[in-house]
T-cell receptor
C-alpha cells in the first residue's frame, strides 16, 4: 500500500528559527518519486521539489533543504531562518510507478511563522 | 515553469444547477490531468484522472455521473458538477502532469465552489 504520513499537524516558530517538517512514506515500489508542495493561504499548490527513489543525495535550495533517507523511509524538509512568508501548509506526496502514477498526499503540516 | 490555470477561481450557485470548471495547461501539453477536492484544513483527495481523448478514471466513491470530466484537448480538461448540492461545496483543484518520466504534477490555483 502507498501511504504518506505527516505526523505534525501544526507547527509554530518564531521568525528566523529553523524548522523541520517530517514526512514518512510507505511503498512497495522500487521506483517511486517524492514531492513537497507548498500551499499558501491563496490556495494554489506550489511545487518545491521532486526526488526519485534512486537519488538519496540531500538537496539545498536557498533556505530550503531536504533530507531523503530510504533506510527510514523519510523525506524531511527543513527551512532555515524562517520568514513570515513561509507560513503555509506543506504537503509531502508520493508517486508510484503504477499505470496511473497516482499521487498520494500526506495530510499536510500547517506552518505559522510568528514575526 | 509549467503553468496551469483554472477558471473560475470562485463560483456561487444555487442548489440544483450545474457548474463547469476549466483547467488549462498554458505553456505545455498535458496528456494527463487530475482533479482533486479539498475540504477545509484537509489534504487533497483525488477524484479522477483525466487522459486526453479517453474516458476519465474515477476514484472509488466518486460519482462519475455527478462529476463529469472531459479532456478534449492536450491543454484543456473540464469538470462539471451536475445538479450541485450544498455538500458539493468545496475547493476543487486540477493538476497537469508534464510527462510520465518526471511525473511532476503542476497545480492550478483552485476553484472555490459554494452551493447555496
Amino acid at each position: 500500500a502507498q501511504k504518506v504520513t505527516q505526523a505534525q499537524t501544526e507547527i509554530s516558530v518564531v521568525e528566523k528559527e529553523d524548522v523541520t517538517l517530517d514526512c514518512v512514506y510507505e511503498t512497495r515500489d522500487t521506483t517511486y518519486y517524492l514531492f513537497w508542495y507548498k500551499q499558501p493561504p491563496s490556495g494554489e499548490l506550489v511545487f518545491l521539489i521532486r526526488r526519485n527513489s534512486f537519488d538519496e543525495q540531500n538537496e539545498i535550495s536557498g533556505r530550503y533543504s531536504w533530507n531523503f533517507q530510504k533506510s527510514t523511509s523519510s523525506f524531511n524538509f527543513t527551512i532555515t531562518a524562517s520568514q513570515v512568508v513561509d507560513s503555509a501548509v506543506y504537503f509531502c506526496a508520493l508517486s508510484g510507478s503504477g499505470p496511473g502514477n497516482q499521487f498520494y498526499f500526506g495530510t499536510g503540516t500547517s506552518l505559522t511563522v510568528i514575526p | 515553469g509549467a503553468v496551469v490555470s483554472q477558471h473560475p477561481s470562485w463560483v456561487i450557485c444555487k442548489s440544483g444547477t450545474s457548474v463547469k470548471i476549466e483547467c488549462r495547461s498554458l505553456d505545455f501539453q498535458a496528456t494527463t490531468m487530475f482533479w482533486y477536492r479539498q475540504f477545509p484544513k484537509q489534504s487533497l483527495m483525488l477524484m479522477a484522472t483525466s487522459n486526453e481523448g479517453s474516458k476519465a478514471t474515477y476514484e472509488q466513491g466518486v460519482e462519475k455521473d455527478k462529476f463529469l470530466i472531459n479532456h478534449a484537448s492536450l491543454t484543456l480538461s473540464t469538470l462539471t458538477v451536475t445538479s450541485a448540492h450544498p455538500e458539493d461545496s468545496s475547493f476543487y483543484i486540477c493538476s497537469a502532469r508534464v510527462d510520465r518520466i518526471t511525473d511532476t504534477q503542476y497545480f492550478g490555483p483552485g476553484t472555490r465552489l459554494t452551493v447555496l
